[in-house]
């Protein structure tokens, strides 16, 4: 993993790389079951396929394929993409929003609980992502940002992050922006630990999730 010129060790990135694989090998292994039952269910609520792919832009830039499970309608991403066509304001613009009818019955409850996200564990076994980092972004926004803002991507995105934590889908895309500069200009390793736990309790208390 390249630290594109941050002050970062190579052993406290492999720390990190390292932390990223053993937890993302075991928790898949854990949650295999679940897993099982949440693609049936999926499946049996609506049409479509249980698994949702994506393109994300990641570390340095480089484009990848995320997955998650399904929670919205089969069309739900082109019109988020003519919803960002339009926009006029990236920074106060809100991905999620109450009461959005393009998402499905078992899609609410999946993402209340976060467990829409657990498909991008195979994401951070991978590489391209990592258990906590930046949020991965579309390249639809991407292609607006400023110099400033590309510094995001110096780091791999991650499942959970300082936005997860700190408002979820409550925050706007300039809000989110402003935690993911923060989280790598400030990275340590035990940051992450402190940032995993915190999503435990966000996760439990459903805070900014719809």
């Known amino acids: 993993m390249d630290n594109h010129g941050l002050n970062y060790s190579r052993w ?13 090998g075991i928790l898949i292994i854990i949650i295999s079951p ?4 949440i693609v049936l269910w999926i499946r049996r609520d609506s049409p479509g396929p249980a698994i949702f792919k994506q393109t994300r832009v990641g570390l340095g830039g480089q484009p990848y394929t995320i997955y998650k499970f399904r929670t919205m309608v089969q069309n739900a991403e082109q019109i988020t993409k003519t919803k960002l066509e339009n926009v006029k ?6 991905f999620q929003e109450k009461g959005d009818s393009r998402i ?5 409850f999946l ?7 657990l498909p991008q564990l195979i994401n951070v076994l991978i590489g391209n992502m990592s258990l906590v980092g930046p949020r991965p972004e579309i390249p639809e ?4 940002y400023t110099l400033k803002q590309y510094k995001r991507l110096n780091m791999p995105p991650g499942i959970t ?9 409550d925050l706007t895309l300039g809000e989110t922006m402003d935690y993911d500069l923060q989280y790598v200009r400030d990275w ?7 940032i995993l736990w915190e999503t435990v309790v966000v996760v439990f208390t459903g805070k900014g999730a719809y």
């Open 104 to 108: 499905t019955r078992s899609g609410r």
């Open 188 to 194: 340590s390793l035990w940051r992450d630990i402190e």
């Open 89 to 94: 304001d990236l920074d106060n613009f809100v």
């Open 161 to 169: 992050g300082l936005a997860q934590v700190n408002g979820r889908g």
């Open 12 to 24: 406290q990135l492999g720390a990190k790389r390292l932390l990223d694989i053993l937890a993302a």
């Open 111 to 117: 993402r209340k609980t976060s467990l829409d996200e």
């Open 141 to 144: 926004i991407v292609k607006h």
């Open 34 to 37: 679940v897993w099982l039952l």
